[in-house]
């Protein structure tokens, strides 16, 4: 997280804007597939069969492109730009020089010697930013993802209805991908929470020196394989939104605990 007035340096910057620039045009082509399965039912009306015909070899390509852009995406590119993150994390938390260049203004705990208790505050800034922001993303997973799968649920029933087929399975499918998405976005933020709550419980019992190190490193696993399980990325509009509001909120956290 880019705290205000520092300025922000990422060695792996150009490996998430170029896993953001995939994961867009996979959203973008995910809701042309779903457009074409609200249009493609409708065309038969028109009496004009050739028309049907493009759409539907358009509907399938799509299909085919995205599946295989989500693979890369999410299968090889976002798995090679976490693990560069997680180096930048060990880098800042403990002194080692796993990156080639150094990690800086992302964190707001370069005060903190390098170690299992910096380690410990790094990943609980991280959980707190994190699930802050999965939280106010609420209200528009929820509208998003309810609105697209009844509507491709109803649209499958008229479908149905009209005796097709391939379509209407391809819609029901899009509509569970849709409700499934929002399932994980509670499972996500209720995961993050726990983390927290342990993070917290640490915090104020002022965790001991000898247990530090399994402490820190079992939190860091658990927020990381949270992460890992996360079916949709956190949205960069309601990161940059509350970016000041949450840095001051940590900060006050940071002195509430006497962490600085």
Wanted: hydrophobic share 45%; proline share 3%; aromatic share 14%.
């Amino acid at each position: 997280m880019e705290k205000q007035g520092i300025s922000r340096f990422l060695p792996y910057e150009a490996d998430y804007q170029t896993l953001s620039y995939c994961r867009n045009w996979t959203g973008k082509m995910l809701w042309l597939v779903a457009g074409l399965s609200v249009i493609l039912p409708l065309i038969p009306y028109l009496g004009i069969p050739v028309i049907y015909n493009i759409f539907n070899c358009m509907y399938f390509i799509l299909i085919i492109l995205y599946y295989v852009a989500d693979m890369y995406t999410e299968t090889f590119l976002y798995p090679a730009t976490a693990r560069k993150r997680r180096k930048g994390f060990i880098d800042n938390s403990l002194g080692s020089k796993f990156l080639d260049k150094q990690v800086k203004g992302y964190y707001s705990n370069d005060s903190l010697e390098y170690g299992p208790f910096k380690m410990l505050v790094n990943c609980g800034e991280n959980c707190f930013f994190t699930l802050n922001i999965a939280k106010k993303m609420i209200p528009s997973v929820i509208l998003k993802n309810v609105i697209a799968g009844i509507g491709f649920l109803i649209v499958a029933y008229v479908g149905i209805r009209d005796n097709l087929i391939a379509i209407p399975i391809l819609q029901i499918l899009l509509s569970a991908l849709f409700f499934t998405e929002m399932i994980h976005h509670f499972n996500f933020i209720a995961k993050l929470s726990q983390i927290y709550e342990r993070i917290q419980e640490l915090f104020r019992n002022k965790v001991k020196k000898d247990t530090m190190l399994q402490e820190a490193v079992l939190i860091f696993l658990d927020y990381e394989t949270t992460l890992a399980y996360n079916k949709a990325p956190l949205s960069d509009s309601v990161y940059k939104a509350e970016n000041k509001r949450l840095t001051e909120e940590w900060e006050e956290i940071k002195r509430r605990y006497e962490i600085l």
